[in-house]
């Protein structure tokens, strides 16, 4: 499981619209062309630069496809429906039967006739519209770096003077760095925030860190356990971190720990944090320390999404595996549905991860309980998220040069990842 949520946790994260758009392109080995300075400067909303790296391109580029294009995009953006059309036909001769030409098409026409239409909306009707094309790898909007995950290496931070919490939101961000780490460690005594305080938690589990200082941060962190549980009664993802912590992944369930699985598996909520309040936090105390945009929203969504989940749910995994092996088939049967209430609970989260690793957990618990309909409604769940997750991929929209899209693109995806997918499937 854990491998799994490892690679839940990559495609939530390198897929997600703006953190896959707005990787730095200071980290390619070549430099950037101009065309693709542009498309990054417009996604973000900085036109002026837009239009100044277009200015800059070779005589052969300043009227190519991708250039058209970008011009089309910053027309719609500014609401000149003719410099739009102008740009959007020259595209067409210029590259016919293109499925970026038609998109774009149906979308400028969308805009002009419904401009009250939201713009996410708008884009999902123009793809469907278009046939709904391929435009994951697409050659006009689709940059060599979109698949990277955003890159920071700060100076020291310790002598940054900061508020508490953005010190430490600063220090997860660059969170692999060990002296950025240590700056955490005085902030864990007064830590109240449990996203925060899971994110912590899972950073005192990474083994690239020194022995010493994962020791003193799991320490400091368990101590904070009680006082965070107490102020989030409802919430399941502290109650399970703070029971399986510590314990041994080969050994069945006790009898005691059953007892104790069952009390949080009844519990109303997964967690108490609102995953856009985090994603909010993390992007204002980003700015407040001028890091630019980009990479800055996708360092605070990826930031906010180690608030998520945490190790505890690899530890349910393995204890587990271990306690199946071993108990009667009214303990399984129980086990199983404690697997089925929490993964029921996770699935209704906003965010893919959570809502995947849910499903695996309601599969999971189907099995052990031998009961074919639960795991018949788990696996229907479980392919329906994959497909619409699979056209949100190829619709593309958080690549295109269109900064009101993909402001609201980010909006909506932080507020409800998973509903935001569905909408493009069917």
């Known amino acids: 499981m854990r491998r799994i949520s490892s690679h839940l946790l990559a495609s939530a994260s390198c897929g997600v619209l703006l953190l896959v758009a707005l990787a730095p392109l200071a980290s390619r080995a070549d430099s950037p062309s101009h065309g693709d300075l542009a498309i990054q ?99 006009l ?83 904070r356990w009680p006082a965070i549980i107490d102020a989030s009664p409802n919430a399941m993802d502290l109650r399970l971190m703070a029971l399986l912590d510590d314990t041994d992944d080969n050994a069945p369930f006790t009898a005691e720990e059953m007892l104790e699985l069952e009390e949080i598996a009844w519990l109303p909520e997964w967690r108490s944090t609102d995953f856009h309040d985090v994603f909010e936090r993390a992007n204002h105390h980003l700015a407040a320390v001028n890091i630019p945009n980009p990479p800055r929203w996708g360092l605070a969504f990826s930031t906010a999404v180690s608030t998520l989940v945490g190790s505890s749910i690899g530890h349910l995994q393995y204890r587990t595996k271990a306690s199946l092996a071993t108990f009667s088939p009214a303990g399984k049967q129980r086990l199983g549905e ?39 409604e788990a696996g229907t769940l479980r392919a329906d998220t994959w497909a619409a997750w699979a056209a949100w991929k190829k619709a593309n929209g958080g690549c295109w040069p269109i900064p009101s899209l993909q402001k609201a693109l980010l909006e909506d995806h932080v507020r409800d990842e998973v509903a935001n997918m569905r909408k493009y499937f069917p």
């Open 338 to 376: 404690v697997l089925w209430q929490i993964g029921s609970n996770l699935a209704i989260e906003p965010t893919l991860v959570e809502h995947l690793v849910g499903v695996y957990l309601m599969r999971k618990g189907a099995q052990a309980m031998d009961d074919t309909a639960r795991l018949d």
């Open 141 to 223: 909007i689709k940059l060599q770096d979109d698949d990277a995950l955003p890159e920071l290496h700060l100076e020291d931070i310790s002598k940054w003077k900061l508020d508490p919490e953005t010190q430490l939101v600063v220090a997860l961000t660059d969170r692999l760095d060990p002296e950025h780490a240590r700056v955490i460690v005085p902030l864990i005594p007064t830590l109240v925030d449990p996203g925060w305080a899971i994110a912590v938690h899972d950073l005192a589990g990474n083994k690239t860190l020194p022995e010493d200082l994962r020791t003193e941060m799991t320490s400091a962190i368990r101590q």
């Open 41 to 139: 400067a417009a996604r973000v909303g900085d036109l002026p630069r837009a239009r100044a790296e277009l200015a800059q391109l070779p005589s052969d580029k300043l009227h190519g496809p991708q250039a058209l294009l970008i011009e089309a995009c910053l027309a719609l953006e500014a609401g000149d429906w003719q410099a739009a059309a102008e740009s959007l036909r020259a595209l067409q001769t210029a590259q016919p039967n293109s499925p970026e030409a038609l998109v774009l098409q149906k979308l400028i026409a969308l805009r002009r006739a419904q401009p009250d239409q939201s713009w996410p909306d708008a884009y999902v009707r123009a793809w469907k519209d278009a046939g709904r094309p391929d435009l994951e790898h697409s050659p």
